[in-house]
C-alpha cells in the first residue's frame, strides 16, 4: 500500500476510534459517566486534546523519521541478506537493472538507483505526512460529525447553530471560517504548554498564586441538550480554548502587577486592556509618576496575604480587605 494513504488512513481510524470510545464509555453506566467528568477536566483533559489535536502530527512525524532511516521501508539486498541502505541518501534505493549503463547520472556510487517512493525522506517528504495527517484529522471530524447526527434526529432536524449561522451570512462563508479557526490549535497548545511548564517555577520563586488548573481547563458544553455533531465539537473546541485563554490572563495579570505595575502612556490602551487587566486601575502608578512611586506601590503590596503575591485585586487580597474592613472592597 502506498506509505502516504497508509498513513491516512491509520490516523483517520485512529481518530475515530478514539471518539467512539468515549461513546462507548458514557454508557458504562456511573462508573463510566465517572470517567468522562474525570476526562473533561486537566489534567486528564490535556492528555486527551494533545492526542486527539497533535498524535497524527506526531505519528506523520515518526513514520518519516523511520523512513528517513530506514527503520522501516525500503532495504537493500546485500550478500543474499536484507539490510538497511546505509548512506545518507537511501530512502526506497534499489538495486540496478543489469542493462543500466554505470555512467548513468542517478546510479549511486553503490550501485543503487532511486525508488519511486525516494521523496518520501526529505523535507516535501515530511511535509507530504504531515498534510495526509491533518486531512486525516479533518475527514474523521466530518465523518463523526454525520455519526453523530444520524444517532440523534430530533436534535439533528431542529434549531442549530450551524444551520442558522448559515442563513445569516452563507454556509460557505461559515464553513470556511469556522475551518479558518482551527489554524489557531497550535497556538492554544503552546500557551497550555507555557502554563504547565513555566508558570509554576515563578510560584516557587517569587510566590505567585497556585491555580487548581481543572476549575479553568474543563470541556462540559457536551452536557447541553440538543448539541450535536458540527456544532458540538466546535463548541468544544471554544470551551477548552476559552478556559486556556482565560488562565493565560490570570497569570499574566500576577506577571504584570508584580514586575511592571506601570499604567501605560496611552489612554486608548488603558482603556482596551483594563477588562483583562483590572490593576490598571487598581494599583499601577500613573504613567507620569516617578520610579520612587513604583518602588513604593511594590512595598506597599508585597509580599502579599499569606505570601501569596497575587495580583492587587486577586481573590486572596479580596478575602483579607473583606476580614479586615468588614465590607466588600470596592
Given at each position: 500500500?502506498?506509505l502516504?494513504?497508509?498513513?491516512?488512513?491509520v490516523?483517520?481510524?485512529a481518530?475515530?476510534a478514539?471518539?467512539?470510545?468515549?461513546?462507548?464509555?458514557?454508557?458504562l453506566?456511573?462508573?463510566?459517566r465517572?470517567?468522562?467528568?474525570?476526562?473533561?477536566?486537566a489534567?486528564l483533559?490535556?492528555?486527551?486534546?494533545f492526542?486527539?489535536?497533535?498524535?497524527?502530527?506526531?505519528?506523520?512525524?515518526?513514520?518519516?523519521l523511520?523512513?528517513?532511516?530506514?527503520?522501516?521501508?525500503?532495504?537493500?539486498?546485500?550478500?543474499?541478506?536484507?539490510?538497511?541502505?546505509?548512506?545518507?541518501?537511501?530512502?526506497?534505493?534499489?538495486?540496478?537493472?543489469?542493462?543500466?549503463?554505470s555512467?548513468?547520472?542517478?546510479?549511486?556510487?553503490?550501485?543503487?538507483?532511486?525508488g519511486?517512493?525516494?521523496?518520501?525522506?526529505?523535507?516535501?517528504?515530511?511535509?507530504?505526512?504531515?498534510?495526509?495527517s491533518?486531512?486525516?484529522?479533518?475527514?474523521?471530524?466530518?465523518?463523526?460529525?454525520?455519526f453523530?447526527?444520524?444517532?440523534?434526529?430530533?436534535?439533528?432536524?431542529?434549531?442549530?447553530i450551524?444551520?442558522?449561522?448559515?442563513?445569516?451570512?452563507?454556509p460557505?462563508?461559515?464553513?470556511?471560517?469556522?475551518?479558518?479557526?482551527?489554524?489557531?490549535?497550535?497556538?492554544?497548545?503552546?500557551?497550555?504548554?507555557?502554563?504547565?511548564?513555566?508558570?509554576?517555577?515563578?510560584?516557587?520563586?517569587?510566590?505567585?498564586?497556585?491555580?487548581?488548573?481543572?476549575?479553568?481547563?474543563?470541556?462540559s458544553?457536551?452536557?447541553?441538550?440538543?448539541?450535536?455533531?458540527?456544532?458540538?465539537i466546535w463548541?468544544?473546541?471554544?470551551?477548552w480554548?476559552?478556559?486556556?485563554?482565560?488562565?493565560?490572563?490570570?497569570?499574566?495579570?500576577?506577571?504584570?502587577?508584580?514586575?511592571?505595575?506601570?499604567?501605560?502612556?496611552?489612554?486608548?490602551?488603558c482603556?482596551?486592556?483594563?477588562?483583562?487587566?483590572?490593576?490598571?486601575d487598581?494599583?499601577?502608578?500613573?504613567?507620569?509618576?516617578?520610579?520612587?512611586?513604583?518602588?513604593?506601590?511594590?512595598?506597599q503590596?508585597?509580599?502579599?496575604?499569606?505570601?501569596?503575591?497575587?495580583?492587587?485585586?486577586?481573590?486572596?487580597?479580596?478575602?483579607?480587605?473583606?476580614?479586615?474592613?468588614g465590607q466588600?472592597?470596592?
Open positions: 500500500m502506498n502516504l494513504l497508509a498513513v491516512f488512513l490516523c483517520l481510524f481518530v475515530l478514539g471518539a467512539l470510545a468515549f461513546h462507548a464509555l458514557a454508557r453506566g456511573s462508573v463510566g465517572a470517567a468522562c467528568d474525570a476526562c473533561a477536566k489534567p483533559l490535556d492528555v486527551i486534546v492526542l486527539f489535536c497533535h498524535g497524527p502530527h506526531l505519528a506523520a512525524t515518526a513514520v518519516w523511520g523512513y528517513r532511516h530506514s527503520w522501516i521501508g525500503p532495504t537493500k539486498t546485500l550478500g543474499g541478506e536484507e539490510a538497511p541502505i546505509s548512506t545518507p541518501a537511501r530512502w526506497a534505493w534499489r538495486e540496478p537493472p543489469p542493462a543500466l549503463l555512467g548513468d547520472p542517478l546510479v549511486r556510487a553503490d550501485g543503487a538507483i532511486p519511486p517512493d525516494a521523496w518520501l525522506g526529505g523535507g516535501l517528504g515530511l511535509l507530504a505526512l504531515l498534510g495526509v491533518i486531512a486525516a484529522q479533518a475527514a474523521a471530524l466530518v465523518l463523526w460529525s454525520w453523530h447526527e444520524a444517532i440523534t434526529p430530533g436534535a439533528r432536524s431542529g434549531p442549530r450551524v444551520t442558522t449561522l448559515n442563513r445569516r451570512v452563507g460557505v462563508r461559515n464553513h470556511l471560517a469556522v475551518w479558518w479557526t482551527a489554524l489557531a490549535v497550535p497556538l492554544f497548545t503552546l500557551v497550555r504548554l507555557a502554563q504547565i511548564l513555566i508558570y509554576p517555577p515563578l510560584h516557587w520563586l517569587v510566590r505567585l498564586p497556585r491555580y487548581k488548573t481543572s476549575e479553568w481547563i474543563n470541556v458544553r457536551q452536557k447541553f441538550s440538543g448539541l450535536v455533531g458540527y456544532d458540538l463548541c468544544l473546541y471554544c470551551d480554548m476559552t478556559g486556556v485563554w482565560s488562565l493565560g490572563s490570570e497569570m499574566l495579570r500576577n506577571v504584570e502587577s508584580f514586575w511592571c505595575p506601570i499604567r501605560y502612556s496611552s489612554p486608548e490602551k482603556e482596551k486592556c483594563v477588562l483583562d487587566f483590572p490593576d490598571i487598581g494599583g499601577w502608578v500613573d504613567a507620569r509618576g516617578s520610579m520612587a512611586d513604583v518602588a513604593r506601590v511594590l512595598e503590596k508585597y509580599p502579599g496575604p499569606n505570601g501569596e503575591n497575587g495580583w492587587f485585586g486577586h481573590p486572596t487580597r479580596v478575602q483579607v480587605k473583606i476580614t479586615i474592613d466588600q472592597p470596592r
